[in-house]
């Protein structure tokens, strides 16, 4: 078992940490807001009292915070506190360059990296089912992917330093899609005056179904726009791939398009809306 430094305890990170308690390992916790660690308290966890107090009591640090910058703060506000060999694992969803720069930053300290963003969702996040593409050297992916077990469906080294975020960007470029897709066709059901419910369930069963279909259909019907994963979160991610797509010189329009109509919902402050509140925009009701 291994002593295991939690960072950021939001809709992902807090029900990981509580997995890695139900194995039995030792893990300590930090979060920016630290009512978020009652629970994990009451479930075993220790809170550190600062995050170099966290790197110090860590065999094993991982953070599932926000954006690059944001891992860039804590990884670097621990990395002089940890002992040599520590092993960092980033959940977050972040920027390759990100992720290769901060390799080889905690490398020259003796400290070793590995980018681990998951795909899953809040659901798969509760029910331990998370897919992980890992980016990093072949002996440190084998051992975060043993520490990430209690959470993990799949979990596969994709590539060096990097390449995991690259992969999570191509994932987000089909979750993208598979989204607009549902949200457009049961708006264009709405609008021809068709029961969406019948659209929903009979559209889903046949050769149009996805995952989206039948994870976000439900929120669709039922307007229901709680997180999940959130429009600012999307939005993100839509960022990141288009920049990253660009340095590649590679064409994505349709994530291009997403991104655009997503952020018609932050510009009326509806940046916490789960990503399926996208109807809306469709049904011109922001
Ligand atoms: P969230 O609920 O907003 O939680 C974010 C966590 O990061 C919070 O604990 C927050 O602290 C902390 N944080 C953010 N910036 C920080 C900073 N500069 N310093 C210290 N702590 C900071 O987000 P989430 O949904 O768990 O997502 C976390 C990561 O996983 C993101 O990169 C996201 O893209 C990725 N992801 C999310 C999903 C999903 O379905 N939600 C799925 C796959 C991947 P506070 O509590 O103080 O705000």
Not at 105 to 129: H, I
Not at 186 to 199: I, P, R, S, W
């Amino acid at each position: 078992m291994a002593r295991i430094g939690f960072v950021g305890l939001g809709v992902m990170g807090a029900p990981m940490a509580g997995h890695l308690l139900n194995a039995g390992h030792t893990v300590n916790v930090w979060n920016r807001t630290q009512g978020k660690a009652d629970w994990l308290v009451e479930k075993g966890a220790k809170v550190a009292p600062n995050l170099a107090s966290l790197a110090e009591s860590s065999e094993v640090i991982i953070s599932c915070v926000g954006r690059s910058e944001d891992v860039e703060q804590v990884v670097v506000a621990m990395a002089d506190c940890a002992a040599e060999g520590t092993l960092f694992i980033d959940q977050s969803t972040i920027e390759p360059a990100m992720a290769r720069s901060l390799a080889s930053r905690l490398a020259e300290k003796g400290l070793r990296f590995v980018d681990a963003p998951v795909t899953g969702g809040s659901m798969g996040a509760q029910n331990g089912t998370l897919t992980i593409f890992c980016g990093g050297s072949a002996e440190n992916v084998e051992e975060a992917i043993e520490v990430m077990k209690p959470y993990t469906k799949r979990a596969e080294r994709v590539g060096e330093a990097g390449a995991g975020q690259m992969m999570k960007l191509a994932n987000q470029v089909a979750v993208g899609g598979a989204l607009v897709g549902l949200c457009e066709s049961l708006a264009f059901a709405a609008k021809a005056g068709l029961d969406v419910e019948q659209a929903h369930s009979m559209i889903g069963g046949g050769a149009g179904g996805s995952w989206a279909f039948q994870n976000y259909g439900p929120k669709l019907l039922s307007s229901d726009w709680t997180p999940g994963f959130s429009v600012k979160n999307q939005t993100k991610d839509f960022g990141y791939c288009e920049s990253a797509a660009a340095e590649l010189g590679v064409e994505v329009p349709m994530t291009a398009l997403v991104n655009q109509l997503l952020k018609r919902l932050s510009e009326v402050g509806r940046e916490e809306d789960t990503t399926a509140a996208l109807y809306d925009v469709y049904l011109d009701r922001l």
